[in-house]
Structures are given as structure tokens and as C-alpha cells.
């Protein structure tokens, strides 16, 4: 039976979380915050330059992080990064399945998708998330835990048109997560998922138009804009002890935009 301690119970400090796409982006923002809480971070990305810099930045931060060059689509690249993460650390506490094709992507019409352009998100946005649960498992299975956070998008919930391959990989997000959390409860690795709303990450707001971005306010209870922060703290949760008990969920972090 699981003791409630208040003194650690959201603490991060000496847990060692993976970050997928923490080089840029609202990744990069998990990963300085998490350091800043304690964790030791790995930053996964396929945007090297960037994972080394936010790296480079935590460490003269007093931090601990790790940047690792990886396609979450390559199941050797990611088998590699996880080989790396023990090799330094020797455990792996927490994933954050964050990388996704999302800000590369045109927005359009859904039959003018190129197939290799569906392909390719579904490798990443799916398989990536499938390999680096496959790469941790035996190493949480061993340590009898594990916190593994997902991050789908609010386009599950409102059917958001003009990207249906983005759509579709969030919505997979969360059947994945629904079914594994299933699958690895006896092992006492918890699974569960975040829906963000629109945010203003650095790589949205390059690739948005400033009216797309600010379409999205006015419908929220919470009426701004959506920053990276305002995930952090759902995500420190889900990783965190205080939230041991929950798994397989979806929490919806808009500032009160869609409910469910
Ligand atoms: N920004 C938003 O409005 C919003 C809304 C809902 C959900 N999300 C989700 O939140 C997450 C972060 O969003 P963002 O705005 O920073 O997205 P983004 O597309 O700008 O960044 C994604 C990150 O993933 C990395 N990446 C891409 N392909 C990769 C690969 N093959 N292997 C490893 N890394 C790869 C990128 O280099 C980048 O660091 C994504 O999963 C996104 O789908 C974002």
C-alpha cells in the first residue's frame, strides 16, 4: 500500500526523464523546467544543434541533462539513446513522448496529402512513441515503475480539419496509451496522456499566422494565449509520485477551451 509523502511526492529531484524533441519547441521548455526541478534530463531530438545547446544551457545552469541525436522513428537510433540514458544513469524514471511532426507540416485540404507525407507522420508521430515505450519497458519493468506521458493534442477532441494525418497520429496517441497502460500496470509502469490546446511555442508561432494564432482565445475560459509553461506543470504530475494511482487518462490542458 502506497504512502502518500508530502515531502517528495511531486519531487523530481534524481529522476531520470527522457524528453523526446526537447531541443526546441514546447520540448525544449519540459526540459529546462524538469532540470530545474531536479530531474536529469535526456533530450532526445533529431535537432541535434538545438538538444546540445538547451543541454549545454541546463548543465552551466547547475542542471543535469544529456542531449542524444535521435530519430524516435529508428528503432535502433532509439534503442541507442536508451542504451546512453542507463549507460550514464543506470535507470530510467520517466518518458515524455513529445517529438512529432507537427510545426514542419503544411496545413490543407486532406486528400492533397502526399502518402509519403502520411507515412512519415505516422512513423513519427506513432511508431516513435511505440519504439521508445519498447526501449524504456525492460528497464522500468526491472526497477517495478515508471511514468510514461504522452502528449496528444486537442485536435482529438475537436476534430480540428486541415492537417487529418496529425489528427489522426494524436488520436492513435491516445488508444496507445489507453491499451498499454492495460498492458503494464502489473509491471507498475503508470501510462497516461496530455491534450494541449494551441500553443505558442517558439516553432508554432514561426510556422502560424498571427490570426490562426489568435483565433483561439476568445473561445477559452481562461481568455490568452496558450504558452509552454502552462503544460509543465500537468506534465511534472504525470511524472511525478503524487499521481501514482492514475493511468491510462487523458488530461486536457487549454485553459478551458474544449471539456470533457
Ligand atoms: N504547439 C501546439 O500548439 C501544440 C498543440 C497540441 C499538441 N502539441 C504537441 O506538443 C508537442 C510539442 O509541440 P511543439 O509546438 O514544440 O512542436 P514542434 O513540431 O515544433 O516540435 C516537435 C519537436 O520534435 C522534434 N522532432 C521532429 N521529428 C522528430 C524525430 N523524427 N525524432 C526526434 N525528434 C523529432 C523536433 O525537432 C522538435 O524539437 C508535439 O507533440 C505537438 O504535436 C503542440
Known amino acids: 500500500m502506497t504512502v502518500f509523502d508530502a515531502a517528495t511526492a511531486f519531487s523530481l529531484k534524481d529522476k531520470v526523464v527522457i524528453v523526446t524533441g526537447g531541443g526546441t519547441g514546447i520540448g525544449k521548455v519540459y526540459s529546462q523546467r524538469l532540470a530545474e526541478m531536479g530531474a536529469r534530463v535526456v533530450l532526445a531530438d533529431i535537432a541535434a544543434k538545438e538538444a546540445d545547446e538547451v543541454a549545454a544551457g541546463i548543465v552551466k545552469a547547475g542542471g543535469e541533462a544529456?542531449?542524444?541525436?535521435?530519430?524516435?522513428?529508428?528503432?535502433?537510433?532509439?534503442?541507442?539513446?536508451?542504451?546512453?540514458?542507463?549507460?550514464?544513469?543506470?535507470?530510467?524514471?520517466?518518458?515524455?513522448?513529445?517529438?512529432?511532426?507537427?510545426?514542419?507540416?503544411?496545413?490543407?485540404?486532406?486528400?492533397?496529402?502526399?502518402?509519403?507525407?502520411?507515412?512519415?507522420?505516422?512513423?513519427?508521430?506513432?511508431?516513435?512513441?511505440?519504439?521508445?515505450?519498447?526501449?524504456?519497458?525492460?528497464?522500468?519493468?526491472?526497477?517495478?515503475?515508471?511514468?510514461?506521458?504522452?502528449?496528444?493534442?486537442?485536435?482529438?477532441w475537436h476534430g480540428t480539419p486541415n492537417r487529418l494525418h496529425y489528427s489522426t497520429s494524436k488520436a492513435g496517441v491516445i488508444g496507445l496509451t489507453r491499451s498499454l497502460a492495460r498492458e503494464v500496470g502489473d509491471d507498475n509502469i503508470g501510462v497516461n496522456a496530455v491534450t494541449p490546446g494551441l500553443t505558442l511555442s517558439e516553432t508554432q508561432m514561426a510556422t502560424s499566422s498571427s490570426n490562426y494564432l489568435g483565433g483561439q482565445e476568445q473561445t477559452r475560459s481562461f481568455k490568452r494565449p496558450q504558452v509552454p509553461d502552462d503544460l509543465v506543470g500537468t506534465v511534472l504530475f504525470l511524472l511525478s509520485d503524487a499521481s501514482a494511482f492514475i493511468t491510462g487518462q487523458t488530461i486536457n490542458v487549454d485553459g478551458g477551451q474544449l471539456m470533457h
Open 66 to 156: 544529456l542531449a542524444v541525436a535521435t530519430d524516435v522513428s529508428d528503432a535502433a537510433a532509439v534503442d541507442a539513446m536508451v542504451e546512453k540514458t542507463v549507460a550514464k544513469w543506470g535507470r530510467v524514471d520517466g518518458l515524455v513522448n513529445n517529438a512529432s511532426l507537427m510545426s514542419a507540416l503544411p496545413r490543407g485540404d486532406w486528400f492533397k496529402i502526399p502518402i509519403d507525407e502520411w507515412d512519415r507522420v505516422m512513423a513519427v508521430n506513432l511508431r516513435g512513441i511505440f519504439l521508445c515505450c519498447r526501449a524504456v519497458y525492460p528497464h522500468m519493468k526491472r526497477q517495478k515503475s515508471g511514468r510514461i506521458v504522452n502528449i496528444s493534442s486537442g485536435r482529438f
